[in-house]
Each structure stands twice: as structure tokens, then as C-alpha cells.
């Protein structure tokens, strides 16, 4: 719509009308939601008149535009959909007290491993009884030639050492060393040609069998049994096993004429 003016040349003359048309703003907005790529963008309410936007300002809005999610966000969200109710993984201290309990639970096997196989062959030597003494008591005797490099006899050590514990109030337990010259004429009587090597005595003295070698253990511990028990002979009397060579041996003399090492 237009105003008509009048002018001293009586000439009439159009000049616009600026009042903006009430569908305006609904146009405006509808540019924004055609835009292809979303972003923000200001939206300022036009106003009908001149006069009212003189007293106020325009008021902006923000519209924003859907963006990538940061992984601070999502540890967030993650953290608050967590149940409450779940375990925790275990923390350090945890882990510090595992690991104690793990050590002294070595610890103790190791100890009681140490404590039932620890047994050295020279433990067996000096608890062993000397052969004079073994022949004159009146009691049955086992014999063992063995060598400190023989690995087999480090090997039995502790099962020898249990049998004697076992039966040494009444069986004389004896250790030769085949290292040791005193006891050549032994080596030849008996015929050690292995170690270890086990012979088994009466109570007068005489050899009722002997055993050679890694065996099972059983096969020491029913020949005592026997031979405490005083029986004619023994349920073992000859068998090999896995031996190291007498001729190994490394001669050497003793001083002490009552060492049977």
C-alpha cells in the first residue's frame, strides 16, 4: 500500500511504505531450516515498526548443530550407566596382599620340601654306624658303598635316610666310600662294580643279597623289614637298577683308621 503526496509542482509521487508485513518473520525463519549443512545461527525478531525497535533490542537464539561426542562425554555416560551393584577390579593393595600370600605359601613348601628331602649323603655318613662295630653287635646290617659325586646315591639319600629312621633300632646302617682305599678288600668281597650299592647282612654277618642302582623305594624298605623281622632271606636279593661306574671312583687314603667314609 501507498501514500500519496502532494508537491508544489501538483505532481503526485509514490514513495514505499517500510512497514515490513507481519509474514515476514515466518519467512525468514523458514530460510534457516533449508540450510543443508546445520550450524548455529543468530535469529533476530524483526520487529512491525519503527518505534518499537528503537526501545528494544533483538533477542537472539542459538540453534545448534548436532556435533561429534568428545570421549570425555562418553566416559561419563558410560560411568553413569555402570551398575552400582557390580565388583570393582581389585586395586593395588589387593594385588600387594596377593602376592604376600602367594610368597609365603612358597616359602612354605619350600620349607617342608627342605625339611622331608634335605638329606645329604654326608648326613648318612655321620650318622652312620662303623662297619667293626656293625659286624660285632649281633644286630642285621645294610651296607652302602656310595661316592659324593655319584649322583644316583645323592639321589635315594632321603629315601635311605627314612628307612633308617625307621628301623635303626634294630638295624645296623653302614656307609663306604669307594673313594676310600680302606675299603678295597670290601669292594672285592661284595663286588661293587655300581654304586649305589646296597648289601644286605644276617646277623652273623653273612650276605643274604644286595641291590644296585635307582630303584623304587620299596624295594629297600622291604628288604630291612626282613631283616629286622629276622626271615632266612630277603624278598629282593638281586637287582640292578640304574647305577654310576665304580671305576669312577677317585682313590684317596684316610689318616683316621676309623673313618668309614
Known sequence: MARVASNPLCLHRFRPYLQASQSSPSLLKSTFHYQTKPRKFPTVSCQTSPESSETSTPAEKEVLEPG?????????????????????????????????????????????????????????????LPYEEALSNGKPTVVEFYAD?????????????????QYKDRVNFVLLNVDNTKWEQELDEFGVEGIPHFAFLDRKGNEEGNVVGRLPGKYLLENVEALARGEASIPHARVVGQYSSAEKRKVRSVVDPRSHG
Open 68 to 128: 561429534p561426542v568428545s570421549d570425555d562425554t562418553i566416559r561419563e555416560d558410560t560411568g553413569a550407566s555402570q551398575d552400582p551393584g557390580l565388583p570393582e577390579f581389585p586395586n593395588k593393595d589387593v594385588n600387594k596382599r596377593i602376592a604376600v600370600v602367594s610368597l609365603l605359601a612358597a616359602a612354605g613348601l619350600f620349607l617342608s620340601s627342605r625339611l622331608d628331602f634335605g638329606v645329604s649323603l654326608t648326613d648318612l655318613s655321620a650318622a652312620a
Open 149 to 165: 659325586w655319584c649322583e644316583v646315591c645323592r639321589e635315594l639319600a632321603p629315601d635311605v635316610y627314612k628307612v633308617e629312621q
